[in-house]
């Protein structure tokens, strides 16, 4: 009878059902890996605006770098992720896959605390004002008050009678036909470049522990799981690496101005830090085991 009902569905239906299906199946089995909280700690690396991508450079721009100087420093950053491959292999031959993967985790926390640093060090244009307009337009509705400072900017329109009027380029930052940043003029130049400096120098080197616990993980998810359900755990894995980064990008989606750059620097940290606390906590279940069955 239940046989029937589904074969009475329409045929879009029955697909969605089957996908369902699929999906679910795909978690249990995901789930039930003693590699999960592993392949976890990966995913919650992607929920990070601290890489060289478009959200990053961006604000780099916005500090005053030059786009050759940021072509450098993506360079350097290529350079260290080498040097990670390395070190992975080093330090699996002498300590294991999993201590590999604790010693690359705290190299990669210790060295984003320079970017944490960034956020208070001089020259940062964080600004916690602008995530609290309700107190903002509270305080200029006093009486005796002064207006906010921080207003939303206004483009100058340009053009004659017959031609439209559209917003003047001189007032936003163009790469490839794209704007990068609202409200912020062209050239700006920072009162100091110390924060910029913690940013780039902590992204820089910490992609020498990145690259290694994430070939750590990797490693481990080969390893460990057994060749009849590798194809659909690392499929698993993979949407789940895609749904963190769409996280991030959500982030930056609700906080878009330079000055929130900050907020998004320590959220991201508060996620890596998360992801690296569950390896932590496998590779302590993981060497448990090993004591008991030895």
């Known amino acids: 009878m239940h046989l029937k009902e589904i074969t009475n569905l329409p045929l879009c239906f029955q697909s969605f059902r089957r996908l369902l299906s699929t999906c679910k199946d795909g978690w249990r089995a995901y789930y039930r890996q003693p590699v999960f909280l592993a392949g976890m700690s990966l995913a919650f690396l992607y929920t990070t605006v601290l890489g060289f991508d478009c959200i990053t450079t961006g604000y780099a721009y916005t500090q005053g770098i030059s786009g050759s100087l940021l072509s450098l420093l993506m360079g350097v950053s290529a350079i260290t992720g080498l040097m990670g491959t390395v070190l992975f292999t080093r330090l699996r031959k002498l300590v294991g896959l999993i201590n590999t993967g604790i010693i690359s985790s705290c190299l990669h926390l210790g060295c984003l605390l320079l970017c944490v640093c960034s956020v ?113 755990v690392n499929g698993v894995q993979s949407s789940m690496n895609y749904l963190m980064d769409l996280l991030h990008f959500i982030m930056v989606i609700s906080a878009p101005h330079p000055q929130h750059f900050g907020i998004l620097v320590i959220i991201s940290v508060i996620f890596i830090s998360t992801g690296h606390s569950m390896f932590f906590l496998y590779a302590h279940r993981a060497k448990r085991k090993h004591r008991l069955e030895t």
Request: contains cysteine.
């Open 120 to 232: 208070f060090a001089p020259g940062s244009p964080m600004d916690l004002s602008l995530l609290m307009p309700y107190f903002s337009s509270y305080s200029s509705a006093e009486p005796g008050g002064m207006a906010s400072k921080k207003q939303k900017h206004t483009y100058p329109m340009t053009g004659g009678s017959n031609q439209p009027l559209l917003p003047d380029r001189s007032s936003i930052h163009w790469t490839n036909n794209t704007v990068l940043f609202d409200n912020v003029p062209s050239g700006t130049i920072p009162d100091s470049y110390i924060s910029i400096i913690l940013l780039f120098l902590g992204v820089i080197t910490a992609r020498i522990g990145l690259w290694c616990f994430d070939l750590t993980v990797t490693q481990l998810l080969q390893e460990t799981i057994c060749e009849s359900e590798r194809g659909v």
